[in-house]
């Protein structure tokens, strides 16, 4: 036995062993990667030193079986791992309970595409030092637990399990699982390590005795590592990444020392030629999503060609050739060609038609063989199929003892034999059925071969059927033997087929006899068709002809080549369809003779869609710009709507525009840096991801190397420099050097400079010491002057001129006129100019007094409200940074308050025009003054006291301020005084004045209050326009707010009791339910939308509020007022959507609105409508309806 299968196992050995493929594989080895790593880059030496030459090789799937013989287990696995750098499979290592096991083959391998499994594992240290990735394509499933595993190791009495450059696990958990004496493992972050979706670290230790005491880790180890020695330390690129890099891994923990997102495990620098491993494919040294097509768009041929540059996808890694023991297929290396390919040198090509399959023939077809038949395309042997073949039998063996009973096998389940297009031997057909009409179910056959006869020399033998008709359409060829067909009473077309078209052995002639008479056949209009030839036909229709009388067309026999039915004329007799792309009609053969394409048109050809590297232009492909990248849609060189998708190099204007792509290699114009688009980029960048960018230089920089105007980022200035810095001109101190372009400082002494020099100043900070000989006054013509800061001893003088120039040194003083004059005129002077000052003195006093008086009062008056309002500079220095809680709520006395006229009514209660006069204040402040409805509050006063606490703790600009509370039988709200009234009077009241653009304003304003209540979790339940006041035209606040519900931090909703509530104005969760939500408000906010574009409309005037349920519930919705465009009506209706999470949030309509008031004209136009056409008013009845 061992001489028979020892050659074999040998050829296994040899063939596991060098059946890999030998690659270059370019990625070091390197400690140093991430975050971590070495300051200065290795030398090429040391990379060259760092690559190795290894191979790829198979892993098992043998799982935890034992195996019979433990040395030749450990011998094999030496020898399928020895100089192993890439696992294709899984790598299992079980088993091993010699403790002096040598396991330093595993020393190179770097990546495993599918699972590790350690088990039963007795040596003491196990030591992985190269591998970097567990790909986990292929996961270890254990019976008890639901995870899938790419890590396992379990019942192992190893003390290390060493894997230092262990980086990423794409895919699968890792699990621990009762290693008694395993150490170090629950000190690696295992977060770093695992990538897959939902995966993680499970670790089980079910012995009764404690864990083994593990050695700490190595002092130069930043966290945990895999066992003693700082070689052991564990590597970091992803937990301590910055948040720019959230989608993958980094080098460094900056923004910009994100890894490409191709890079799997950490990598070097932000390129794809900087990873330690790769993602998806591996290509010469650099990490690609996809490896290089294999065809390629050539635009001058308009066609497809073989791409020199293209290599097959082989693992993770692109090769240029499969393995020998691998088919190409689809740019890929597989075991097995897929479904409808079959294998042709070492290829998968498309079978022209079913992939073959042979089949043995059998005696007799029955319903416990017919399955054997499936997708078979050749028969050897022969078949035959008679009446027990439909009525089902018992089997006899010759013995005359009983085999299986066959059960019955209705005539539609040949339909397996479609398929079948050759017949080595003979076909016997003697069965008759209610269903068994033809033979369609052989259409496909094409030859019969006659290797084996029946009856009469028969390779085609049918008697005594219930055939009307052969339909045997394909066959071509009978190669030996004749034709037999007797006694089918109702068979026709059979005689009038041309046999010896057929048959191609004369030694016997063909026997048909007994069959339905012709006259009969075409009696029963079972005849050939017109279009057939005088060879006959198989069956009724123009597609059962031997040949055709006019011309074929496929199959099919038609009178001519008609071109209106999208076909052509390819030679006499023979017509052809247009190709697939053209639409209808075309004048010859493929997509180049089309007269209309279907789709679009490249070049001369008709295509389905136009490649990469153009765009459809009305119908026609045109190339794009050739710094496009990726496609385009229009012919512009830059990335928009009419440009490209993406590109190698763009030029940036401002933060996101593109001006124009560049390619690869072309550096940036003057005036531009370049700069890196990180891999992870989300915004308007997001096309040119990964790629480079040329920014415009700071306007005073005009080369630079980064943006700024500082000498370390700016090369050249456009103006001067000053320093370390550019400059637009130079500051007052210095001067402008235009040789050098520079400013340089002026002289101490001068107050603006033509020179570095004294006597270069413009003016002086001091003193000016003229320049002449012997003269040291000034004089008209002369101006040359240096500046000092002291007089010199020759000019002691200082003249202080009386038209304000610089002082001056002079030797001379200068004489004052007064001097010399009349001692009593100057008295006289003096003393009148004393009296004058005394008497406005008094004057002012008197004046100076009235007004403090007025003064103080008024102070006195708005201190007070300040107070009330919360706006008084009353802050304590406070050391620390918490916030204090500034809230106030004022309780006043009812006695403070003075009522005045009604200004209107809410839903919550009756609005007083007021005076507050503050207990020992001389003060009178105009206010509004709310008194609350029974039953409209809460039930306590605890918890009146805190909504109205949170009525005076909002602080938004457009949210009307509670001042103060007057606890009596009915509570009063004490407010602002907002004395143009409601917003719903005043565009009532102002139609006729009032323009889109403050219509627009004033709805941004509501939703950015309505947005502040929503970020405090406050529900309003009662906005509308009558709630919203008008300050001045250019400022409205939101009230009644403080009776809104505040929402706890986990309460999503609130419902309300029974009460009063505005119905026209509520949700239809509010009035199905009770629930008011931030959404119900924001279907409030609609109404308050439309009713300020139809200046106070008053919603759902002519529907009942009885009817307005059913009238929502139907769908319906308040009409589109005229002078309101399509946009804006757009955002009132997703308000008014049935489903709230279908809403917009208040800070999304804050965000619409913005932009519609920056373009208000388009939004609302008031120039088509006047003021007859507004929408009805409300009725003179209460706006608030009881639910």
């Not at 970091?236 to 799997?264: T, W, Y």
């Not at 089902?392 to 013995?399: D, H, T, V």
Request: aromatic share 8%.
């Amino acid at each position: 036995m061992s001489l028979t299968r020892g050659p074999k196992l040998r050829w296994l050995s040899k063939a596991v062993f060098y059946l890999s493929v030998v690659l270059l594989l370019y990625r070091p080895i390197s400690s140093a990667a991430g975050p971590a790593a070495n300051a200065t880059n290795p030398s090429p030496a040391d990379k060259a030193n760092d690559v190795f030459k290894g191979k790829i090789c198979i892993g098992t799937n043998g799982r935890m079986s034992v195996p019979s013989n433990r040395e030749h287990h450990y011998r094999n696995l030496r020898d399928r791992y020895t100089n192993c750098t890439y696992v294709d499979g899984n790598l299992e290592l079980t088993w091993l309970q010699d403790e002096h096991l040598d396991l330093t083959f595993l020393q190179h391998i770097r990546e495993v595409t599918g699972y590790v499994l350690i088990s039963h594992v007795d040596v003491k240290r196990i030591v992985l030092p190269a591998l970097q990735i567990i790909r986990g394509r292929t996961l270890f499933k254990l019976s008890v637990h639901d995870e899938e595993f790419a890590l396992v190791v379990t019942l192992s009495k190893m003390h290390n399990l060493e894997m230092p450059a262990l980086r990423d696990i794409l895919a699968g958990s890792c699990g621990l699982f009762n290693n008694y004496n395993l150490c170090h493992m629950k000190t690696i972050n295992w977060e770093e390590i695992i990538t897959g979706t939902g995966s993680k670290i499970i670790n089980v230790y079910n012995f009764t005795e404690p864990e083994r005491e593990c050695p700490a880790c190595h002092e130069s180890c930043e966290a945990g590592c895999w066992g003693e020695g700082p070689e052991n330390c564990q590597k970091f690129s992803k937990i301590n990444c910055s948040p720019q890099c959230h989608q993958g891994r980094c080098f460094g923990p900056r923004p910009r020392e994100c890894c490409h997102l191709f890079c799997a495990g950490g990598c070097t620098g932000p390129k794809q030629s900087d990873c330690l491993a790769c993602r998806n494919f591996f290509d010469d040294g650099v990490c690609n999503q996809e490896c290089p097509a294999m065809q390629r768009y050539n635009p001058i041929t308009y066609s497809w060609e073989t791409n020199p540059e293209g290599k097959y996808a082989y693992g993770a890694t692109c090769v240029k050739t499969c393995p020998e023991h691998l088919l190409k297929d689809n740019g890929a290396c597989v075991r097995i060609c897929p479904a409808k390919k079959k294998a042709v040198n070492g290829e998968c090509v498309v079978c022209d038609g079913p992939c073959p399959k042979t089949c043995q023939g059998v005696d007799i077809v029955h319903a416990g063989n017919i399955e054997s038949f499936r997708d078979c395309t050749v028969i050897e042997g022969s078949i035959s199929i008679l009446d027990h073949s439909f009525g089902g039998f018992q089997q006899i063996y010759p013995n005359f003892t009983f085999g299986p009973r066959y059960p019955r096998l209705h005539p539609d389940r040949l339909e397996i034999f479609s398929t079948l297009q050759e017949i080595t031997g003979f076909i016997n057909v003697q069965a008759s059925h209610p269903d068994f009409k033809n033979l369609s179910y052989f259409r496909n056959l094409e030859t019969i071969g006659g290797r084996q006869l029946t009856e009469y020399f028969s390779a085609l033998y049918i008697v005594k059927t219930s055939l009307n008709s052969l339909h045997l359409r394909s066959l071509k060829m009978i190669r030996a033997g004749s034709v037999t067909i007797l006694e089918n009473k109702e068979l026709c077309f059979a005689e009038s087929i041309s046999w010896t078209k057929i048959i191609k052995s004369q030694l016997h002639g063909t026997l048909l006899q007994n069959n339905k008479v012709s006259q009969q056949c075409q009696e029963s209009g079972l005849v050939c068709s017109a279009q057939c030839s005088v060879e006959g036909c198989w069956g009724l229709g123009p597609n059962e002809c031997l040949s055709c009388a006019h011309f074929q067309l496929d199959e099919t026999c038609v009178e001519s080549c008609d071109l209106n039915l999208g076909i052509y004329e390819l030679t006499p007799k023979l017509c052809k369809h247009c190709h697939h792309e053209c639409d209808e009609t075309c004048t010859g053969p493929g997509p180049g003779n089309c007269t209309v394409c279907k789709h679009v048109k490249d070049g001369p050809y008709c295509v389905p869609a136009c490649p990469t590297s153009k765009f459809n232009d009305s119908g026609e492909c045109v190339s794009c710009h050739d710094n496009c990248v990726g496609g385009c849609t229009g012919p512009e060189n830059n990335i928009g709507p009419r440009g490209c998708h993406s590109c190698e190099k763009a030029v940036i204007n401002g933060d996101v525009e593109v001006d124009h792509c560049l390619k690869k290699n072309e550096t940036c114009p003057d005036g531009y840096y370049y700069e890196w688009v990180g891999p992870q980029e989300q915004g308007p960048l997001k096309p040119l991801a990964g790629k480079a960018v040329c920014r415009k230089c700071h306007p005073r920089c005009k080369r630079c190397i980064g943006y700024g105007f500082h000498e370390q980022v700016c090369q050249e200035c456009v103006k001067y420099k000053r320093g370390e810095q550019c400059e637009d001109e130079c500051p007052q101190d210095h001067y402008a050097d235009e040789e050098r372009h520079e400013c340089s400082r002026c002289a101490s002494e001068c107050r603006g400079c033509s020179g570095p020099n004294v006597n270069q100043c413009q003016s002086c900070r001091n003193y000016r010491v003229y320049l002449w000989p012997g003269v040291m006054e000034p004089l008209t013509n002369l101006t040359q002057f240096n500046c000092t800061a002291n007089c010199p001893a020759e000019a002691p003088h200082k003249i202080f001129p009386a038209d304000g120039g610089d002082p001056y040194c002079a030797k001379e003083p200068v004489v004052n006129p007064l001097v010399n004059g009349d001692e009593e005129h100057i008295a006289a002077i003096l003393g009148g100019v004393i009296g004058c000052v005394t008497l406005l003195g008094v004057f002012l006093a008197c004046f100076g007094y009235h007004w403090h008086q007025r003064a103080k009062s008024k102070e006195n008056t708005a201190k007070m409200t300040m107070v009330m309002s919360g706006y008084e500079d009353s802050e304590p220095l406070r050391p620390s940074h918490v916030k204090p809680n500034l809230a106030k709520l004022r309780i006043v006395k009812e006695a403070e308050l003075r009522r005045g006229g009604i200004l209107g009514y809410g839903a919550f209660g009756t609005v007083y025009k007021g005076v507050w006069v503050p207990e020992g204040e001389n003060v009178k402040i105009p206010v509004a003054i709310k008194v609350l409805r029974e039953g409209t509050g809460s039930n306590t006063n605890r918890e009146i006291l805190d909504e109205a606490y949170i009525m005076a703790s909002v602080e938004h600009p457009n949210l009307l301020q509670l001042l103060a509370v007057c606890m009596t039988s009915q509570m009063m709200l004490v407010t602002q005084l907002m004395p143009l009234g409601c917003l719903l009077d005043y565009v009532r009241n102002n139609r006729d004045k009032i323009g889109s653009k403050p219509l627009l304003n004033w709805c941004t304003q509501i939703a950015r209050g309505m947005a502040y209540l929503e970020e405090r979790r406050l529900v309003h339940r009662d906005l509308a326009a009558r709630n919203v006041l008008v300050q001045n035209p250019a400022c409205v606040k939101i009230t009644d707010f403080g009776l809104a519900k505040l929402l706890d931090i986990n309460e999503d909703e609130y419902k309300a009791a029974g009460g009063k509530m505005p119905i026209k104005w509520l949700a239809l969760e509010c009035i199905q339910h009770r629930i008011f939500t931030h959404k119900s408000d924001v279907w409030a906010f609609g109404v308050v939308l439309w009713e300020i574009c139809t200046l106070g409309g008053f919603p759902y005037a002519n529907i009942s509020d009885a009817q307005l349920m059913t009238y929502l519930l139907s769908g319906n919705r308040l009409m589109r007022p005229d002078n309101v465009s399509e946009k804006l009506y757009e955002v009132m209706l997703k308000c008014w959507s049935a489903n709230p999470d279908d809403r917009p949030t208040f800070r999304e309509l804050r965000c619409s609105l913005e932009d519609f008031e920056a373009h208000h004209e388009n939004y609302v136009d008031f120039s088509c409508s006047s003021s007859s056409q507004a929408h009805a008013l409300p009725p003179t009845e209460e706006e608030i309806t009881i639910i």
